[in-house]
């Protein structure tokens, strides 16, 4: 999520890394790049998500909740 990936958060991972915006959105279009639907969700979308899942209009929706760290599907 672009909001949850700021400049100097990134920075304190590595004090070696010289970001600027132009890296910062650089990495974030790589990584759109490695998801399925080829860009990065958002917040509010995620929310939304969350919102709909845990609502009665999600009663048709089967499966197993799972939260996944990677970038690849499954």
């Known amino acids: 999520m672009p909001e949850t990936l700021p400049e100097e958060e990134l920075a304190a991972l ?4 010289d970001l600027d915006e132009n890296a910062v959105q650089g990495l974030l279009t790589d990584l759109a790049g490695m998801r399925m639907t080829r860009r990065n969700p958002t917040l509010p979308e995620i929310a939304a998500t969350a919102a709909f899942l845990a609502s009665g209009h999600a009663g048709g929706i089967t499966g197993v909740p799972r939260r996944h760290r990677g970038m690849s599907p499954g």
């Open 14 to 17: 590595d004090s070696g890394m």
